[in-house]
């Protein structure tokens, strides 16, 4: 599993001493080669390991010198397991006079939130029904036969070809919920069969990469809406979101863009093109750059499968477009559902707050219904799910109740909005951010 060095060796041995550590000594060693992490209290040399773990090692990097305990139960359903592997690492513990939360975290709040989470798991709200995700997945091959059976039996007209191309999105975009089940380790009891099974969805049925998605997406959950940190508000200067970027840009006078009118070129620039243009080019990049060739075999095996199936009807040529189009619809999709829950809330800087706070202001929930738990792969419950990644989707509606519960009590506010006044939200957030860079621009 790697190891701390010296530090490390020095207390594994047969005569070994625990070294005990205040917060202010692990605060020290945030920086890329010397990172230590709190896991319950014990203190881990992460330097050598970040750039060995399966999650990435930003994911690691971004809780150095910080209690990682909540995001550490949060990411792994089997503790036991990772916690043998961890042993290496462990450098000492904190002194018994530290608490055992950094930084003024609510200690009474993160024991309610871990006694929250030990009543779901006795309730069974983290075991998978295995018959919800079969379906899930027949669906998807079906709405991708019955698209090849139209072409197939009624031609390449432009009506139909229009119905073939809304099938492929619609199979496009739940085999990228699906694939985010399987990437959360929340369908099979074992990681290493979930891991499989991912690699086969998002790469066989996608065309995208495993590796990529992890090294992404888990940076999103460990630091929502957190500046450096989650690379989903990293915008490349296209947008400035929240309401700190966009003063202090402002206040730089940085234009690399009319920010102003960002809530109107939005429509432009962000659903068509995430998908078929940046995802398309980073993916590619990612796994080339990064060597992760098994990754790149699943990808190939979409493409030859599209292609072989298509070319014979429509030309290599319209095939293409045919491909991009999906890729245009599927990416609308996934921005509209994606972003409702995450640009109309706090964006900031890292602000260390304990797991509960920091995801509930990063997060909303849209309101339940059939549509919107399938036309969202139930992302309408982001925020049982940013707080219990690896819990099943189709148990968020249990929790639900529990988590709101929670959060009256401690005065966190916990929202809950219409599937279109959520839309609405991202283009009026949007243009509050660029009035707020207009005038930190003019006046300051």
Not at 216 to 226: D, E, G, M, S
Not at 249 to 262: A, E, I, R, S, T
């Given at each position: 599993?790697?190891?701390g ?5 020095r ?7 625990f ?17 230590w992490?709190?896991v ?9 390991w970040?750039?060995?773990?399966p999650g ?8 150095a010198?910080e209690d ?44 309610d939130f ?12 983290f ?17 991708e ?11 390449t ?7 073939v191309?809304?099938l ?5 975009s ?9 990437g ?34 888990f ?6 809406n957190?500046f450096k940190?989650d690379p ?6 296209m ?18 863009l ?7 070129y ?7 093109l995430?998908i ?8 590619f ?18 493409y030859v499968?599209?292609?072989?199936c ?9 095939a ?5 189009f999906?890729?245009?619809m599927?990416?609308h ?19 260390h ?10 997060t909303?929930?849209?309101e ?10 139930h992302?309408n ?15 968020y ?7 709101r ?10 929202q ?12 009026r957030s ?15």
């Amino acid at each position: 599993m790697g190891g701390g060095g010296q530090q490390t060796d020095r207390i594994t041995g047969t005569n070994a001493r625990f070294s005990t550590y205040t917060w202010e000594e692990v605060q020290k060693h945030t920086k890329s080669g010397d990172q230590w992490i709190v896991v319950e209290r014990k203190v881990y040399n992460v330097s050598q390991w970040v750039k060995r773990h399966p999650g990435g090692l930003r994911i690691i990097g971004h809780y150095a010198g910080e209690d990682a305990t909540e995001a550490f139960t949060a990411f792994h359903p089997d503790l036991p397991l990772v916690r043998k592997y961890m042993k290496p690492l462990l450098i000492g513990e904190l002194e018994a006079s530290e608490p055992s939360q950094d930084r003024q975290k609510n200690a009474a709040l993160v024991e309610d939130f871990r006694a929250l989470r030990e009543r779901l798991e006795a309730e069974g709200c983290f075991k998978t029904q295995p018959l919800f995700f079969l379906l899930h997945l027949g669906h998807i091959l079906l709405l991708e036969v019955i698209a090849l059976m139209l072409v197939w039996y009624f031609g390449t007209g432009w009506i139909n070809t229009a119905i073939v191309a809304v099938l492929m999105a619609t199979a496009q975009s739940q085999a990228g919920w699906l694939q985010h089940d399987f990437g959360h380790l929340s369908v099979c009891k074992s990681s290493r069969w979930n891991h499989l099974v991912h690699k086969f969805v998002i790469g066989h049925l996608k065309g995208a990469s495993a590796g990529w998605w992890n090294h992404r997406h888990f940076q999103h959950h460990a630091k929502p809406n957190v500046f450096k940190k989650d690379p989903d508000v990293n915008m490349l200067n296209m947008f400035v979101v929240g309401k700190v970027q966009p003063v202090e840009y402002g206040v730089k006078k940085v234009k690399h863009l009319p920010y102003n009118h960002q809530h109107k070129y939005f429509f432009f620039v962000g659903p068509p093109l995430l998908i078929p243009v940046f995802f398309q080019f980073q993916i590619f990049h990612n796994m080339v750059s990064h060597g992760l060739w098994v990754d790149l075999v699943w990808c190939i095996s979409y493409y030859v499968r599209y292609f072989l199936c298509y070319t014979q009807f429509y030309g290599l040529f319209w095939a293409v477009i045919l491909f991009n189009f999906v890729r245009f619809m599927e990416s609308h999709w996934f921005v509209w559902v994606t972003q409702m829950s995450h640009i109309p809330m706090n964006i900031d800087y890292e602000k260390h707050q304990d797991w509960l706070s920091m995801q509930l202001v990063a997060t909303c929930n849209i309101e339940q219904s059939a549509f919107n738990d399938w036309f969202s792969g139930h992302l309408n419950f982001q925020i049982e799910h940013h707080l219990f990644p690896t819990m099943p989707r189709h148990n968020y509606w249990r929790a639900a109740p529990h988590v709101r519960a929670l959060c009256d009590k401690y005065g966190v506010k916990y929202q809950e909005k219409t599937l279109y006044g959520a839309f609405a939200d991202i283009i009026r957030s949007l243009e509050k951010s660029g009035e707020l860079w207009l005038d930190a621009y003019l006046n300051k």
